[in-house]
């Protein structure tokens, strides 16, 4: 091949590459149009939308004005009605929320201790009930809270007046001249049954080593309620259907017979009703 051909076959190679650039460049440049085109219709038809929502929007904004005015006009009406504004209706509620954090905070005490501010309580309630003479009591929220509020402090009032002190656990009794364990347990303000003499006796072991020997002065603790290391004797018991009761096994009896000999005594086959037994743990 001689050098004149070879110069028309690298001319044509670079006139076709160049051909080819420019087919290339120019779609390139028709995509990009085409895309911005595209971009553009999209973002027209999106700001009518917007457009449109704003224009709703403003509608209903509009109307909800018009509402809240109407509104106002009318509780104008109403506040007017019984002689009062706006203003008037927040100091009542203002009073309703103070009276009722009053409320709140005795809520939170015992019974025993309001059993001791009743006369407190029930001047609490005159002034809510004071309330109710007001034209404002009128109003559906303050007729509402204000009766809420009567309600709470009746319980209150009445959680003071039913609280009853718990029962002691002891009592005490003095002996005097005459006295004999049955008849100091036969007595109304001890037991009112005589037969219950034994929990007297077994209560204070520490004082009565006879129990047909007691002294005047000697002062006996009188039992109202079982201790957690105590069992009382129920009629039928033995000490083996107590130990199967306290411990679980009718094997451990010997346990409380040794903790209760001086009052049990020797033979251990027989205890009585009211016999109040120390349970070793």
Same mark, same amino acid.
């Given at each position: ?60 904004? =509009?109307?909800?004005? &018009?509402?809240? +005015? %109407?509104? *106002? #006009?009318?509780?104008? $009406?109403?506040? @007017? ?30 019974? =025993?201790?309001l059993? &001791?501010?009743? +006369? %407190?309580? *029930? #001047?609490?309630k005159? $002034?809510?009930? @004071? ?34 002190p ?7 009794y ?28 077994s ?79």
């Amino acid at each position: 091949m001689n050098l004149a051909k070879i110069l028309m076959l690298s001319l044509s190679f670079i006139l076709f590459t160049t051909v080819l650039q420019a087919q290339e460049e120019k779609m390139k440049k028709e995509d990009w149009t085409n895309s911005i085109n595209t971009l553009t219709q999209q973002q027209t038809a999106h700001q009518i939308k917007i457009d449109s929502l704003n224009k709703a929007i403003a509608g209903v904004k =509009e109307e909800g004005a &018009k509402v809240d +005015a %109407e509104t *106002e #006009a009318i509780w104008n $009406e109403i506040y @007017a009605a019984v002689g009062t504004d706006k203003a008037g209706v927040d100091a009542m509620k203002k009073q309703c929320s103070d009276l009722e954090a009053r409320i709140t905070e005795q809520s939170k005490l015992s019974d =025993e201790a309001l059993s &001791k501010k009743v +006369a %407190e309580l *029930e #001047a609490l309630k005159a $002034e809510v009930e @004071a309330l109710k003479k007001d034209k404002r009591y009128a109003l559906t929220e303050i007729y509402n809270k204000v009766n809420d509020l009567t309600n709470r402090c009746d319980q209150l009032i009445s959680r003071g007046k039913n609280y009853t002190p718990p029962k002691p656990r002891h009592d005490s009794y003095s002996v005097v001249i005459g006295d004999f364990l049955w008849r100091i347990s036969g007595k109304k303000e001890v037991y009112s049954d005589p037969f219950q003499w034994m929990k007297i006796y077994s209560a204070n072991r520490d004082q009565i080593r006879n129990p047909d020997l007691i002294y005047p002065a000697q002062t006996f603790v009188i039992p109202r309620a079982q201790e957690a290391n105590e069992y009382w004797v129920q009629r039928g018991d033995n000490l083996k259907t107590i130990s199967q009761s306290v411990y679980g096994s009718p094997s451990d009896w010997v346990k409380i017979y040794n903790a209760n000999k001086s009052i049990i005594g020797e033979d251990s086959n027989t205890i009585y009703p009211h016999t109040i037994l120390i349970i070793p743990k």
